[in-house]
Nanobody, 126 residues
């Protein structure tokens, strides 16, 4: 049974930093795209960042230069370091894993993220 468990959300003021973490179990973790998404009520879920291997990363334009995704294959974890947070970053953040050992380019283009965590709330006040 695949499980993704996020942690690290919280409430803070604009300009601050948070680090989200996600632990994966029940799947072959290596060579599988892992991503972070976020969703605001009433809006579609959007991709924030993803990572394949140790250093093939992608970021949404809205977070480039502020967020950093990383993974530890030995611990089956993926993290999202969020700096210079803005009120518009307020959302529920979800960790996701591709349904098979797909690259992130493929997973992103064909929406092949099949496993999801329950989400963690991030609230940034002005």
């Amino acid at each position: 049974q695949v499980q993704l468990v996020e942690s690290g959300g919280g409430s803070l003021q604009a300009g601050g930093s948070l680090r989200l973490s996600c632990v994966a179990s029940g799947l072959i973790y290596t060579n599988r795209c892992m991503g972070w998404f976020r969703q605001v009520p009433g809006k579609e879920r959007e991709g924030v960042a993803d990572i394949y291997g140790s250093d093939a990363t992608w970021y949404a334009d809205s977070v480039k230069g502020r967020f950093t995704i990383s993974r530890d294959n030995a611990k089956n974890t993926v993290s999202l370091q969020m700096n210079s947070l803005k009120p518009e970053d307020t959302a529920v953040y979800y960790c996701a894993a591709a349904k098979a050992p797909y690259s992130c380019d493929l997973a992103r283009s064909r929406d092949l993220f099949a496993y999801w965590g329950h989400g963690t709330q991030v609230t940034v006040s002005s």
